[in-house]
């Protein structure tokens, strides 16, 4: 990976985030050609690469709803994105969604407000999992970042999962209604069987969650 200055280069207008700079860097070990690293500012990562031929820009913005939107507030600023797909992990308490399960977000409630998804990456995404058989549940998350420090599962009242990142990200189009957003996320926690994702099925789970997100996000883009 090379490392090219951030506020020279131009950055491609299709982006997956992450919360983790690991996964960036897995992302990007794994899938990605002509892999350049803009950015490892604050201990978060941003690269640029090829997936299909297909540039795209790749960033990790840490845990939670602030950090997330002060990463991609700034990206926004600066370039001209078009897509936003975002890679995470979420909790339930329902018995129907197993730890591993992928899940695609229509709708992400904070607060009692709702926020929904893109409908034109929500039907791509549909297609490429029957193309390429990939199993993955439709579901409403409820974002609350303070989970992380209360521990209290509070979702809304259609919520099947929470997560701390989703409903920022959706936000986006209140401020630029030309961006495209999507989440997909990886249960791991199921409070109601007390069980926690192992390393194995976090890997193997989320290489085709990974696969759905990159699919998704050159979708018509090539």
Do not use: W
């Not at 789970?205 to 997100?213: D, Y």
């Amino acid at each position: 990976m090379n490392l090219i200055d951030s506020y020279q280069c131009v950055l491609p207008n299709v982006c997956l985030i992450t919360d983790d700079p690991y996964r960036v860097k897995m992302i990007a070990a794994h899938y990605l050609d002509n892999v350049e690293i803009f950015t490892e500012t604050r201990g978060q990562v941003g690269l640029v690469g090829k997936f299909n031929n297909v540039p795209l820009t790749v960033l990790s913005t840490g845990i939670g709803k602030t950090s997330t939107m002060a990463y991609l507030t700034e990206l926004c600023a600066k370039n001209q994105i078009k897509r936003v797909i975002y890679i995470g992990d979420c909790i339930t308490e329902d018995f129907s969604l197993p730890i591993g399960s992928i899940l695609y977000i229509d709708k992400a409630y904070e607060d009692g407000k709702g926020y929904d998804a893109s409908e034109n990456l929500l039907q791509s995404a549909e297609l490429i999992m029957r193309e390429n058989k990939i199993k993955a549940n439709r579901c409403v998350t409820t974002t609350d970042d303070h989970y992380l420090i209360d521990k209290k599962y509070k979702i809304s009242q259609e919520s099947k999962i929470l997560d701390f990142t989703t409903s920022a990200i959706y936000g986006l189009n209140q401020i630029y209604s030309e961006i495209e957003t999507l989440s997909i996320l990886n249960v791991c926690e199921n409070r109601s069987t007390n069980e926690t994702i192992e390393e194995a099925v976090r890997q193997s789970r989320g290489h085709f969650a990974t696969l759905l997100a990159l699919l998704t996000a050159i979708y018509k883009n090539n």
